[in-house]
Nanobody
Framework: QVQLLESGGGSVQPGGSLSLSCVVS????????MAWFRQTPGKVREVVAN???????TYADAVRGRFTISKDGARNTLYLHMNSLTSDDTAMYYC????????????????????WGQGTQVTVSS
């Protein structure tokens, strides 16, 4: 079974930047639907950004223009670069993979994803 391992979370001041990484244990999955989700206590896990194969990625309205999802196939790694962070971005961030074709413009529900990392905490505070 594919394994996902996130890293890069931490604490940052408002307006700062942070980058997350997700190493995928099996190379074939890096071309599948890969996504970053986030969740705060008491709230539903929400998709932040996702990408499939080599098509253009899709972003949630709340992060478009500030976050960038990318991948390095040679390193089996998915990234999330986050800029202009605000307190609203504070959450546990999860990497996820699915066999669906999450083409550009579609933000899939978390229930469609089969595999999850353990999560990495991002805290934005002054």
């Amino acid at each position: 079974q594919v394994q996902l391992l996130e890293s890069g979370g931490g604490s940052v001041q408002p307006g700062g930047s942070l980058s997350l990484s997700c190493v995928v244990s099996e190379h074939t999955w890096i071309s599948a639907c890969m996504a970053w989700f986030r969740q705060t206590p008491g709230k539903v896990r929400e998709v932040v950004a996702n990408m499939y194969d080599n098509v253009a990625p899709t972003y949630a309205d709340a992060v478009r223009g500030r976050f960038t999802i990318s991948k390095d196939g040679a390193r089996n790694t998915l990234y999330l670069h986050m800029n202009s962070l605000t307190s609203d971005d504070t959450a546990m961030y999860y990497c996820a993979a699915a066999t669906i074709r999450c083409t550009t413009g579609w933000l899939p529900h978390h229930s469609l994803f089969d595999h999850w990392g353990q999560g990495t905490q991002v805290t934005v505070s002054s």
